[in-house]
């Protein structure tokens, strides 16, 4: 049935005009990319703290959830399962390793979905970001990177865990000092998880060629980069909220600065500090780890302690010189 769905979907993608498989393609690609942890990071240094909290570990639990049950299951993507089955040549790049869940379909649910429950008030943007993760997963069956149950099960594992972040927001409103529990709680399973997968085993097909068909090693790889950013984030978020507790908020003027520097700091860790300081000098997994751990470590805790301690001492030289 699965097949005879994306046979369909091939016939109609082969059909249609090549700008409908670069807008599907766009979409997909979109929220694998560093523009998701851009638009966060501006909203938790310049418009709301607590959002852009709640949208980045969306993202991130959403993404480290995903992957495990990945790993866990071990199901092969659709052109493997079925010859019949041909993707679009474009997506395959990022269409690597296991196919169930989708780890596409993670991102944008954690990322779109985290946005709807925070506005959740305004109709419009809810709408928007639910039709946005329909049409992610859908985008992935279109471009025959994935069998309808991947993007299901994917949409319902990430409901689940963001349907448990809500649970844990509330909490800790309620009792603030059950942050570092909670924290230390996610940054034992994430580190237990990656332990887990270091010591199962991984089923080894391989092609007529000889060739493995999924390499575990990059299967753990991936693991490691996600995990890496929900642990960061597990350190980060109570080490900004009791100790560094800047404020997201100044003149409209501040607001701007404070987001174009940071966006040049993403865009420096990702084009330069990361491809070209460190994955050099570090093995395959040890790189994957540190990129999201010191990114998220970057952005959520250490950026924002230099620009409150600048924009400090400006506001005390200007309130000395009037």
């Known amino acids: ?9 091939q016939g109609l993608r082969e059909a249609a005009p090549d700008a409908v498989n670069q807008l599907f393609l766009l979409l997909s690609s979109f929220v694998v990319g ?38 866990i299951a071990c199901i092969n993507r659709p052109w493997i ?14 269409a690597t390793g296991y196919s169930f869940p989708s780890g596409h379909t993670a991102c944008a649910t954690g990322f779109f979905g985290a946005i709807a429950v925070w ?13 946005l993760i329909v049409l992610t997963g859908f985008s992935r069956c ?11 099960v994917a949409w319902l594992l990430s409901a689940a865990v963001i349907a448990g972040m809500c649970f844990a927001a509330r909490l800790v409103h309620k009792h603030p000092s059950w942050d570092i529990p909670l924290a230390a709680a996610v940054f034992t399973l994430s580190a237990l998880a990656l332990v887990f997968l270091e010591l199962k085993p991984y089923p080894l097909e391989y092609t007529a060629a000889g060739a493995l068909l999924v390499d575990p090693f990059e299967m753990k790889t991936d693991c490691y980069k996600n995990m890496g950013g929900l642990m960061a984030m597990s350190i980060a978020w109570p080490l900004e909220r009791r100790l560094i507790r800047f404020s997201e908020g100044g003149s409209i003027p501040v607001r701007v600065v404070r987001g174009a520097v940071g966006a040049l700091l993403v865009a420096l860790l990702y084009a330069w500090l990361f491809p070209v300081m460190l994955k050099p000098l570090l093995g395959v997994q040890v790189y994957a780890f540190l990129r999201y751990f010191v990114l998220i470590i970057m952005l959520v805790a250490v950026y924002p302690a230099c620009f409150k301690a600048v924009e400090s001492r400006f506001a005390r030289t200007t309130a000395r010189t009037e």
């Open 119 to 131: 506005l959740r008030s305004h109709k419009p943007v809810v709408v928007l970001c639910v039709a």
């Open 1 to 9: 049935m699965e097949i005879d769905f994306l046979l369909a979907l």
């Open 34 to 71: 560093p523009l998701p942890v851009l638009i966060t990071a501006i909203v938790y240094w310049c418009v709301s703290k607590r959002a852009g909290y709640f949208i980045a570990s969306g993202y991130l639990a959403c993404s480290c959830t995903n992957q495990l049950v990945k790993n």
């Open 81 to 94: 399962l079925d010859a019949r089955v041909v993707p679009d040549a474009t997506a395959l790049p990022d």
């Open 142 to 152: 279109w471009l025959g990177c994935h069998c309808p149950k991947d993007v299901l």
